[in-house]
């Protein structure tokens, strides 16, 4: 088949959009019934969340499992053919035991959680997740479902493919009629890139499931019930008095929520706003359901049908979250999810993926509208106003009578925000994705017909010893000149330990007033790391939530600044993003007890990294763990007891990793290896411990 990358771009930044809103939307009153959301709430017609008390972005598992497990074909192979096998390989690289992604409800409560513990145990997909494993109640339930819309995404215009991708993704963790409604809403989404008629999406939905399944008699059931019936309420006591939840066990089950999601797409073809009011005012797994619709609606209607309502997007601004031991993924916007979609697309369909815009420049603001998290964020004494559009080509930033001494700070997440601490989800697993050491660039241009004595710097804030938000600016300060391009750059300079939370520009105006437009072109950092991480001496928390923890505890209860503890197999503590190529890290450590512990370097995952440790038996290892294998590299003896604090320093350069610890040296060339990832810390059964965590780019040749 033939991609159009362009048209099929947009669409899947709308299918992203509209599967974000939908859960964003529904999330805060999750699992209410219909009468009880009647009775608080009345008819869902825009975000509640502030009722509630809850943030608008939040950790979700619909959103981290739909962008996180599609990483799969990165990792296996971009191919149609992936297997439920290794995409359940996938699970276990990316998920944090107990802390990502998954309800974590026990064995037999989750399907979830039942199912990763079967693929622990040694039970490979789709075994991990089948009727003969588990039982049909537990492998019946939503999860298949609500994962699904990645997958559907790279299959523009290839219903078969969604299929495919879809069944094989299902059944790591489900069975039965929950992968046949996954399949069916995957094909669905995929073939309405084709077009929006919604009983044709129904149709061909239904050649790729069995004829005589409880989700194609209920399809047939409410298709005949929508018939000639506008009054959605009535549709919806038909499903519950035929489908509701008595007459299906367990804590979620896939049938009685497809039937509310198949209810609001018949009763609502064209219409995203009136789609999203039926299905979450229907209640039940309101998230789930409102993400799989918005989603499908996304797809069909596109950015206009999203914005033919009220304003979905302004609130939303882009952002997403996926909780994930790769944790430099984590904090992102939904034109990086789409572009990389598309790019997948691309090449399961064997055409030449879109470049990067503006040569690769992490914002860049060329989807419609996008603002990839940017937010205007008014001082208290700027005397006027400042706001934040995408125009499809830059970030608009319009000031109006910015006062004398007045500023504006316009900012983006590059980690977890403070109101994090609120979220009644699920944990962030995250990392910065800006550190210390590394270069800060922007490329803007005020509008002709700008006035007034407006300067311009870049700004980020990072965290301080109250968990508050220090800003902190570039020294030099530009004075924006109408009609001019500007670059400017800065290097980020120490922190004393605290993580950057998020960064942008800052305008002010020492006399007279501003006003007019400023146009944010693209921004986006460079080089490696150059820092010391350490126990910040003003305290606080965030600094210790910067880090992946996959071990059993990371204490901060010990002299040393980090110290971790593992029970049982190996427990890790990571930090840093895949753009860490070529690095040095330097550390002073103990090995308090265990078999083994050390450095971790270019971590992809909780089981996709090199690590460089000391054994009880006395030697000096380079490894690499590659999914469920691990291969030693390179040995030497090199004798450490117990409480015993050494330096370990170890570089990974292109294909060689070096290590130095005391006179011992060792290293090795692994071609084709692991080309950039985090660092971190690792110990198997026992507990480690680090006062100083050096972290430099790699010299030499």
Avoid at 587 to 605: I, K, M, N, P
Wanted: hydrophobic share 40%.
């Amino acid at each position: 088949m033939t991609i159009d990358p362009k048209d099929h771009l947009n669409r899947i930044y709308a299918g992203v959009l509209g599967k974000l809103i939908g859960v964003y939307l529904g999330r805060p009153f999750e699992n209410w019934r219909y009468d009880r959301i009647m009775r608080e709430l009345g008819p869902v017609r825009y975000y509640v969340n502030d009722k509630l008390g809850d943030p608008l972005v939040v950790t979700d598992d619909d959103v981290g499992g739909t962008f996180a497990f599609p990483r799969a074909l990165e990792d296996y192979g971009v191919s149609a053919d992936l297997s439920a096998e290794d995409i359940g390989r996938a699970w276990m690289n990316y998920l944090v035991e107990g802390r990502s992604i998954l309800w974590w409800g026990g064995a037999g409560n989750s399907t979830e959680h039942t199912a990763w513990l079967n693929l622990a145990k040694g039970i490979k997909a789709p075994l991990s997740g089948s009727i003969a494993t588990n039982g049909a109640t537990i492998a019946e339930q939503i999860g298949a479902q609500i994962f699904i819309d990645g997958w559907a995404l790279l299959s523009p215009g290839n219903p078969g493919q969604a299929a495919k991708l879809a069944r094989a993704a299902g059944s790591v963790s489900h069975d039965g009629e929950s992968v046949h409604a996954a399949v069916l809403w995957a094909v669905m989404e995929a073939e309405a890139f084709n077009g929006g008629d919604v009983n044709h999406l129904l149709d061909t939905g239904l050649q790729y499931i069995p004829a005589d399944c409880l989700i194609a008699r209920l399809v047939g059931d409410i298709r005949k019930w929508v018939a000639g019936n506008e009054d959605w309420e009535d549709t919806r006591q038909r499903i519950e008095d035929n489908y509701g939840y008595d007459k299906h066990p367990g804590n979620c089950h896939v049938v009685p929520n497809h039937a509310l999601m198949i209810m609001a797409l018949l009763h609502a073809p064209g219409d995203f706003q009136r789609g999203q009011m039926i299905v979450n005012t229907s209640g039940w797994d309101t998230d789930c359901n409102a993400g799989n619709l918005g989603c499908l609606q996304g797809i069909m209607l596109g950015l206009e049908g999203i914005d033919a309502g009220p304003d979905w997007r302004g609130p939303v601004a882009d952002r997403l979250l996926i909780s994930t031991a790769d944790g430099g993924r984590s904090i992102t916007d939904a034109p990086e999810i789409a572009l990389w979609l598309t790019g997948l697309a691309c090449q399961l369909a064997g055409t030449t993926p879109p470049e990067a815009p503006k040569d690769g420049a992490t914002y860049h603001f060329t989807l419609p509208g996008s603002v990839q998290g940017f937010r205007a964020i008014d001082a208290p004494d700027a005397g006027g106003s400042v706001r934040v559009t995408g125009t499809g080509d830059a970030l608009a930033i319009d000031v109006d009578h910015l006062a004398p001494g007045g500023e504006a700070a316009v900012l983006t997440p590059v980690f977890a925000l403070p109101e994090v601490v609120r979220m009644r989800s699920y944990d962030l697993q995250a990392c910065p994705r800006v550190y210390p050491g590394q270069v800060l660039h922007a490329r803007l241009r005020a509008e002709q017909g700008f006035s007034g004595n407006a300067r311009v710097r870049l700004r980020l804030r990072h965290y301080d010893g109250s968990d508050e938000l220090v800003p902190l600016d570039a020294p030099e300060a530009t004075p924006l000149v109408a009609g001019r391009a500007q670059d400017l750059s800065w290097t980020i300079p120490d922190l004393d330990g605290q993580p950057v939370a998020e960064i942008g520009l800052v305008l002010d105006c020492p006399e007279g007033r501003a006003k007019g437009r400023v146009l944010l072109d693209r921004m986006w950092w460079t080089g490696t790391p150059d820092l010391t991480l350490h126990r910040p001496a003003d305290g606080g928390d965030f600094w210790r939530r910067a880090w992946v923890n996959t071990s059993h505890l990371f204490s901060k209860h010990f002299p040393q600044d980090f110290r971790i503890s593992q029970d049982r197999g190996d427990g890790m503590i990571l930090q840093g993003a895949r753009d860490w190529t070529d690095y040095t890290v330097e550390a002073d450590l103990w090995l308090h007890a265990g078999e083994r512990g050390g450095l971790v370097l270019r971590a992809q995952g909780q089981r996709r990294f090199y690590v460089v440790r000391i054994t009880r038996q006395g030697e000096l290892q380079i490894a690499r763990q590659m999914d469920e294998v691990e291969d030693i590299l390179a040995q030497t003896p090199c004798a450490v007891g117990y409480e015993t604090e050494f330096t370990l320093r170890v570089t990974v350069r292109g294909d060689r990793i070096s290590a130095t610890l005391g006179d011992v040296t060792l290293s090795s060339d692994d071609p084709g290896g692991f080309a950039g990832g985090a660092m971190g810390l690792s110990v198997t059964e026992g507990a480690l411990s680090a006062t100083r965590i050096r972290i430099t780019p790699a010299k030499g040749g």
